[in-house]
């Protein structure tokens, strides 16, 4: 089981393809944050129009990809700094929910499904 007091999150500020998987990612989890991908630790990478972003992380057999993709919107990193800085949970929370990590608002232009009421208010 993963004690999550002890979970670090990287990110990675350099936008990364898509297409890359396990090997590519833990060797530039290794490369850019000096870390050992099998720490159980959490790296994220988002692509060039921060609107995926794929999570590698160990889980203590195998590693594993956790992938989001945007329906709208983009995911809102910090405006400057290294490659790659660690963020904290409280900033991964926002990050993943759509809040500006600066001020902890809501970001304007992401999807938001409406629902009908019933099944005949959805028929034209």
Known sequence: MTNFSELR???CMTPTS???S???LMGLAER???QDPLSGHLFLFVNRYRNRIKIL???RDGFCIWY???ERGVFELPTHG???IELDHKQLSRLLGGLDLRS???RRRRYRRVLANSCHDALP
């Open 68 to 70: 989001k993709r945007l």
């Open 18 to 20: 898509m297409n890359f």
């Open 82 to 84: 290294p490659e790659g």
């Open 104 to 106: 902890g608002r809501r």
């Open 32 to 34: 850019i944050f000096n």
């Open 57 to 59: 992380y160990w889980d």
């Open 22 to 24: 396990f090997d590519r």
């Open 9 to 11: 999150v990287f990110l």
